[in-house]
């Protein structure tokens, strides 16, 4: 999820202005979570292995 689209409830504005400090503070913390959503490197790792499992057992009924 965007910040852009959030409205604080400290202050009823949206976040992506930083009117208060809640806002500035969960602005900076969604920046800071990139792409994957803060997702750690253990899940990341995992789903990939579940892919790469699909992927092969797909592979085996279509042979």
Same mark, same amino acid.
Not at 29 to 49: D, S
């Given at each position: 999820?965007?910040?852009?689209? /959030?409205?604080?409830?400290? $202050?009823? #504005? ?5 009117? $208060?400090?809640? $806002? ?5 913390? /969604? ?7 803060? =997702?750690?490197?253990?899940? =990341?790792?995992? /789903? ?13 009924? #279509? #042979?």
């Amino acid at each position: 999820m965007t910040y852009d689209r /959030l409205v604080c409830a400290n $202050c009823a #504005a949206p976040v992506s202005e930083g009117r $208060c400090p809640v $806002c500035r503070a969960n602005r900076e913390r /969604l920046e800071q979570q990139g792409a994957f959503g803060g =997702l750690n490197p253990v899940t =990341l790792i995992a /789903l990939l292995v579940m892919v790469v499992a699909a992927m092969a057992l797909v592979a085996h009924q #279509a #042979a």
